[in-house]
T-cell receptor
């Protein structure tokens, strides 16, 4: 069964600090991996999308990496801001069907 | 504005009643999806549709029904057969189901059974 595991489940950091969120998956065959940001009570918004041949993708202060051999991805947030407080969801799509499997998300809280 | 709109934002339902959640998109996307989100869990796929007048069951379709009579609209009905309907429901659309396709989400409908 395809699975996407995210860690940590929750994280609290001080404003201005960096942090890294992890995503491990067992989805096979692999199509793409996406990171979404979801504010409380809102729909998820896409941050990055990576296919097999891409091992890093940046979007402002967000940088995602992908190691397709070890089936791991990370999302690095630089110089965190209060507005970064949200849930970050890793989504991996299966090749062929493109059916996505969602991780449970990492809840990030940025304190002033 | 182009986008995907869900309504209502909050919905209360009495036990035993059916209720329909609206999802409309003006992005000219072919594919549309309904997900359910419960606290501490990942999004779970209820139904999806790749083309008008066609849809497929997702992982948790029991107790739900959908229709896709128009490209822009994909309403979800939560029937009385759904045992635990209280949840946050998200609708999404994508241009197709290709390799680099990005899904755009609506703002969600929070359904509470009272």
């Amino acid at each position: 069964k395809n699975q996407v595991e995210q860690s940590p489940q929750s994280l609290i950091i001080l404003e201005g600090k960096n942090c890294t969120l992890q995503c491990n998956y067992t989805v096979s065959p692999f199509s793409n991996l996406r990171w979404y940001k979801q504010d409380t009570g809102r729909g998820p918004v896409s941050l990055t999308i990576m296919t097999f041949s891409e091992n890093t993708k940046s979007n402002g202060r967000y940088t995602a990496t992908l190691d397709a051999d070890t089936k791991q991805s990370s999302l690095h947030i630089t110089a965190s801001q209060l507005s970064d407080s949200a849930s970050y969801i890793c989504v991996v799509s299966e090749g062929g069907s493109y059916i996505p499997t969602f991780g449970r998300g990492t809840s990030l809280i940025v304190h002033p | 504005d182009g986008g995907i709109t869900q309504s209502p934002k909050y919905l209360f339902r009495k036990e035993g009643q059916n209720v329909t959640l609206s999802c409309e998109q003006n992005l000219n996307h072919d594919a549309m999806y309904w997900y359910r989100q419960d606290p501490g869990q990942g999004l779970r796929l209820i139904y999806y549709s790749q083309i008008v007048n066609d849809f497929q069951k997702g992982d948790i379709a029991e107790g739900y029904s959908v229709s896709r009579e128009k490209k822009e609209s994909f309403p979800l009905t939560v029937t009385s057969a759904q045992k635990n309907p209280t949840a946050f429901y998200l609708c999404a659309s994508s241009i197709d189901r290709g390799r680099k396709t990005e899904a755009f989400f609506g703002q969600g409908t929070r359904l509470t059974v009272v």
